[in-house]
């Protein structure tokens, strides 16, 4: 996945580029606290329905670019987020690797209600890693990555269906943004030559350099990442800490309050390099991650992680429901 990070005192450059989010949930406990207001209704999240976009993603066969079943997979998902009243939006572009192959990639956004001015910035990776670097036996054969990918898009796409068949709108525009190239990083192991560049998350660096829309912004975003597997939770991720720790924290309130506290444990992590770092260093807008970290475990993303057995029996409607249900319901409170 991503290269653990040691976080830094980032929340500073929303300061000094005077980028200020004022986020009407995340109040200070003297102003707010979460039982004086009920939550707003929102849609039920079916993890039924989740799962099976998972498992259509996978179905496709791993998602790696320059591949047959990536251009599939891409043009089923542009096909899905129409079939939901999305507004599309396809953002190629050429992405260099680590061993300097060339890659044909793209960035898939889909926006609803496109017109309104404030916005909500919802992502997933949906490529799929070319190596089990971390398996012991088909090393450098690609994965299907049905967690570690595919369950975000899942998730994403769940909630757009929920939302397009919903008598009741959220007061937002959303955009779902799926980036390209996530999985594109150094091997398990691999003795890097020195250098500032960062060969993970691709497809998110470019967009944050190269908006879909020119001027884009939105009052916050959420990132999913390996979002659906048994036995998940989710703490506090250490660079979300720095960048929106307000909206972590609100987030987290909806979950608990949601039942769902066993999942988003109220306990702080490490910081990694994942696709929400540039949209906030390079994006200006600010963007938490809701990542599996498994505390104390020295396989710290799942013993599946860029291995063959990340497939579809890691997969868990429970997890995929907490996840779907917390974001869904984050929405309608806006």
């Known amino acids: ?38 939550l707003v209704a929102a849609p039920d999240f079916n993890a039924d329905s989740a799962y099976h976009f998972v498992d259509a993603q996978v179905a496709f066969g791993p998602r790696v670019p320059n591949t047959a079943a990536h251009r599939a997979c891409a043009n089923w998902l542009v096909a899905q987020f129409k079939k939901f ?10 992405a260099t690797t680590y061993d300097g192959k060339q890659l044909k990639a793209v960035n898939i956004i889909g926006s609803i209600n496109p017109t309104a001015t404030k916005r ?33 898009v899942g998730i ?23 980036f390209d190239a996530e999985d594109t990083g150094e091997p398990e192991g691999y003795d890097a030559p020195s250098s500032d560049k960062v060969w993970w998350c691709l497809g998110s660096q470019y967009w944050a350099a190269h908006k879909h ?27 979300s800490m720095q960048y929106a720790p307000l909206i972590v924290r609100n987030v987290w309130d909806i979950a608990n309050r949601l039942g769902y506290g066993s999942l988003f444990i109220d306990h702080d992590a490490g910081g990694l390099t994942d696709d929400h770092v540039f949209v906030n260093e390079v994006g200006k807008i600010q963007m938490i991650d809701i ?11 799942g013993s599946y992680h860029h291995t063959h057995d990340d497939n579809m029996q890691v997969i868990d409607k429970k997890t995929l429901k907490a996840v779907g249900q917390t974001v869904l319901t984050t929405l309608y409170q806006e």
Not at 85 to 94: D, L, M, R
């Open 1 to 38: 996945m991503k290269k653990s990070t040691i976080a830094l005192g980032l929340l500073g450059i929303f300061l000094l580029s005077g980028v200020a989010v004022y986020f009407k949930s995340c109040q200070s406990s003297e102003t707010s606290t979460s039982t004086e207001t009920p």
């Open 85 to 94: 009243g999305c507004e599309v939006t396809e953002q190629p572009f050429t």
């Open 120 to 152: 909500i910035m919802l992502a997933a990776h949906w490529d799929a890693r070319s190596i089990a670097d971390k398996d012991d036996t088909d090393k450098n054969k690609p994965i299907d990555g049905a967690n570690d990918g595919a369950s975000g």
């Open 156 to 178: 994403l796409l769940e909630i757009a269906r929920a939302i397009h068949t919903a008598q009741t709108k959220p007061n937002v525009g959303i955009d779902f943004v799926l």
């Open 213 to 239: 829309k020119d001027n884009y912004q939105a009052y916050y975003g959420i990132l999913l990442d390996m979002v659906g597997a048994k036995g998940a939770v989710f703490p506090h991720e250490g660079m």
């Open 291 to 301: 990542v599996e970290l498994r505390p104390n475990d020295p396989k710290t993303f």
